[in-house]
């Protein structure tokens, strides 16, 4: 990889985690009237989608995993930290996996990839505590995910887009 490049590669990740952190700090601001536990818009998952499609599996990954570690020690603890990692990387999975299928759109990756993340978290949370009633609040949560992972396709898919469009302009 020529030095060119590699300051291209290395911008798009900067970009990518700065995204993220502010979209992380961004959505700390955003009150959800639902009364049930555990929703939240996602914003930071539209990083995520976005990578998938400009820097590939392996960057995403590490994208995703700096940006559980910067996000949490900023806005969180340990716990959030662990529990942005059951669920990230268990959507990172699934969207990676169905992305390589080339047969579903980004919207429909980002949806699968909402719900994913969502029974990673909800899985998780009941081996903490020990107890299968937190599935309870699985039905709203997946609710949820339907509706975060729609708009994070969307917007995802413009973003996606764009920046592709602006890669091919500065790599000629």
Sequence with gaps: MNREKKAITVALYGLLIALAMVLSFVETM?????????????????????GLYLIGIPGTIAVTLIRIVLVGLSFGN????????????????????????GKLSQVSISVLGGIAHNIGQITFAAVI???????????FLLAAGCIAGTLIGIVGGIITERLQRAMRGIKK
């Design 30 to 50: 955003i009150p959800i009237p639902i009364p049930v536990p555990g929703i939240k818009l996602g914003l930071a998952n539209l990083v995520t989608v976005v």
């Design 78 to 101: 340990p716990y959030s930290m662990i529990y942005g990692l059951s669920g990230s990387f268990l959507s990172l999975f699934v969207m990676a996996v169905l992305k390589e299928t």
């Design 129 to 139: 505590v020990q107890t299968p009633g937190v599935f309870y609040y699985l039905p």
